[in-house]
């Protein structure tokens, strides 16, 4: 199978309407994984913007590589993989993916979300080793949050391409902001406390008595080593699903670093811009980051130990004994403080921060803005 466009494709979208216009899904092809590939914690913790959460179940998510299959052959070489790693029967239990897309982003993208003759549609690639009814949610934040479902199946381990065309409705609200405008969610499992015959397939609707969809067939949750993929996540104005639009890389990871940003993970890794010393011992450092972050991030996300990092100062080096540790950010960049071992430094020395000879991949800064 062909990884082009066809002429077939183009004429579609462009009768559509929808011909050349981006993708509101940032890293919908599950590339970009700056927090690492694999985790057992829910949250966000794996490939850039999905928020994987489960409760009453225990799991992982994972990102995998593709070397066949229709998804591959579409031009994908990752996935998001999320194993059940429990069994419960506890009918408050889930397990779901969820990006949020920025408000303004959607309420300056041409969709017109107030008319019921204004679309966007998604698409997706989802496999799971459990065939069976599974669902797909968008629901607004700002105002009255209202929801929007849709079923597709699946059979066992076989990738399948859904597509979901969403009209707009007048009762939704969407602010000219950085705050949260959409969630896009997949959902393996939904115990039976959130689902019921409330949840509407067909039209926008506010919830009732936490009736998020109807009831799932399969028992995902209660299935040891169930899994569920997706890769190809394309949110776009228009009634048609267009071709993926795949970007590079380094844009990709620009527009994840938006969200979260995360430097160093090497042994003698420069992670810290210019910095000087407050006096014999303690520091501080300025450190700009690429792109322009969503809000200034609260906190600064470390690991490993002090130990784990370094100052370099006059053709010297002294080990961190304490810190780093958050100090103040804005949206372009962040100072941070640590203190060094003894009191080998003299005030007003310049310096930069390092991850130590023996800190290997322990050492690293990051910050997080997500929704």
């Known amino acids: 199978m ?9 004429a579609t979208a ?9 993708n509101l899904i940032i890293n919908g092809d599950m590339s970009v994984a700056q927090r690492g590939t694999s985790s057992s914690t829910s949250g966000y913790n794996s490939i850039d913007r999905y928020n994987n959460q489960w409760g009453q179940i225990s799991a992982t998510q994972t990102q995998q590589s593709l070397t066949s299959g229709s998804p591959y052959e579409a031009g994908f070489n990752n996935f998001l993989r999320l194993t059940n790693t429990s069994t419960s029967t506890n009918t408050f239990s889930y397990q779901q993916v969820t990006q949020v897309i920025e408000a303004q982003n959607i309420a300056n993208s041409g969709w017109n979300f107030k008319s019921s003759s204004s679309f966007i549609t998604l698409s997706f ?3 799971s080793s459990l065939a069976g009814t599974y669902y797909v949610r968008i629901n607004t934040d700002d105002g009255t949050t209202y929801y929007r479902i849709k079923a597709f199946t699946l059979s066992a381990d076989t990738w399948t391409k859904v597509t979901f065309t969403i009209e707009g409705n007048s009762n939704l609200t969407i602010n000219d902001d950085n705050g949260a405008g959409l969630y896009v969610m997949l959902v393996p499992h939904y115990g ?19 009736e998020y969809f109807p009831n799932f067939a399969q028992d995902w949750g209660n299935t040891s080593s169930a899994t569920f993929d997706m890769t190809g996540l394309q949110l776009e104005l228009g009634k048609v699903a ?18 979260y940003f995360k430097c160093g993970l090497a ?20 450190c700009p ?27 010297l080096s002294a080990t961190v004994s304490s810190g780093p540790s958050f100090d103040t950010a804005n ?9 060094v071992s003894g009191t080998p430094l003299t005030a007003g020395d310049s310096l930069r921060l390092v991850g130590s000879s023996g800190g290997g991949t322990d050492s690293f800064l990051a910050w997080s803005a997500e929704l």
């Open 14 to 22: 462009s009768e559509a309407g929808n011909l050349g216009q981006a």
């Open 192 to 210: 039976t406390s959130y689902t019921g015959s409330n949840a509407s397939t067909t039209t926008w609707f506010t919830l009732t008595n936490n």
């Open 267 to 286: 042994a003698n890794t420069f992670i810290g811009g210019a910095g000087w010393a407050r006096d014999n011992n303690s520091i501080h450092v300025s």
């Open 242 to 259: 267009t071709p993926f639009k795949h970007e590079s890389f380094g844009d990709n990871l620009a527009r994840c670093q938006r969200y």
């Open 125 to 127: 690639w989802a496999r």
């Open 331 to 339: 949206r372009f960049g962040a100072f941070i403080s640590a203190d």
């Open 289 to 315: 980051y690429p792109v322009t972050m969503r809000v200034a991030p609260t906190a600064l996300e470390t690991s490993g130990t002090s130990s784990d990092y370094e100052v370099n100062y006059r053709a």
């Open 2 to 10: 062909s990884r082009a466009r066809t002429f077939a494709d183009l």
